[in-house]
């Protein structure tokens, strides 16, 4: 059975992640005899995630090359994945534990991650704990209908069409070592209606409320992070309707915004200290 813990309430450092939400006790400053969060059993071999959606206009220079020239593109992923990306219009890149002052602006400094809505600039995070091997998934745009989405494969391009449509990317961590893991992306289309769907576990077969899922296995792809790093997605200048574009752009009224994607490796000590036993 895959774990998965999504830590949604306020007080999350944005950052640097607080003890809230890693099982140690929090007291209210109000009624200092209260405890707010009682320890919470964390899973073995656990490792804690801090993801953040950035919307901004898509004009802004914080999101072009006053920012990319400061990410690590080349050894985020190898060329063939990072070329087969730009084709479909994702751009990944990797920042270290200091990110640049580009990356902090965008976070706005904010001392938590919860939602902030200054306008046309969003930010909305939150803190996932997940064991090693186990997966969670991150939601990257509304649901809407999905015209003519370009794929771009191999050996041939295609389009689709559709309905009551969620682009997802299915967030994978791996444990390699001391202070180091690998973080894998799967991008996924999810459509159709909510319906009963049989769905394969490590258990065997069960039942799942879920959408018909579209896996992009040929734009699947991988970031080796120190505790600490970042990896950083969004759009590129492709055409549009490419993949780049239903997962990072705006539609209808909000087609002149632009998303970013920021996954953060925060935390692997208790895991370590599994191993150390």
């Not at 801090?50 to 020239?69: A, S, Y």
């Not at 050996?155 to 559709?162: A, F, I, K, Q, V």
């Not at 600490?228 to 055409?239: A, D, F, K, N």
């Not at 909000?254 to 150390?276: G, P, T, Y």
Request: proline content about 5%.
């Amino acid at each position: 059975m895959v774990w998965v813990v999504v830590c949604l309430f306020p007080g999350c450092s944005l950052l640097n992640i607080s003890q809230l939400f890693v099982g140690e006790e929090s007291v209210d400053a109000n009624h200092p005899e209260t405890t707010l969060l009682k320890k919470m059993p964390v899973p073995p071999e656990v490792i804690v995630l801090e993801v953040v959606l950035i919307e901004r206009p898509n004009h802004d220079p914080l999101l072009g090359e006053t920012l990319w020239d400061e990410l690590d593109e080349i050894a985020s992923v190898d060329y063939e994945t990072r070329q087969t990306l730009k084709r479909n219009g994702l751009r990944v890149g990797r920042s270290g534990a200091n990110p640049p002052r580009a990356l902090q602006t965008l976070l706005g400094d904010s001392p938590e991650i919860g939602t902030h809505d200054d306008g046309e600039n969003r930010l909305s995070g939150q803190c996932v704990m997940v064991p090693s091997g186990g997966e969670s998934r991150v939601t990257a745009s509304e649901v809407r209908m999905l015209r003519n989405v370009l794929i771009v494969g191999e050996n041939e391009d295609r389009t689709e069409t559709l309905e009551n449509a969620r682009c997802v990317f299915r967030i994978q961590p791996h444990r390699l070592q001391d202070g180091w893991a690998r973080i894998e992306f799967l991008p996924e289309l999810h459509h159709g209606e909510f319906t009963n769907r049989r769905t394969a576990t490590e258990e065997g077969w069960q039942w799942d409320t879920s959408q018909k899922i579209e896996k992009l296995y040929r734009q699947q792809f991988a970031v080796d992070l120190n505790v600490g790093e970042m990896v950083i997605l969004t759009s590129t200048e492709g055409p549009e309707f490419d993949l780049g574009d239903n997962f990072f752009r705006g539609s209808g009224e909000s087609k002149h915004l632009q998303r970013l994607l920021v996954v953060r490796l925060a935390e692997l000590n208790r895991m370590e200290q599994v191993f150390d036993q």
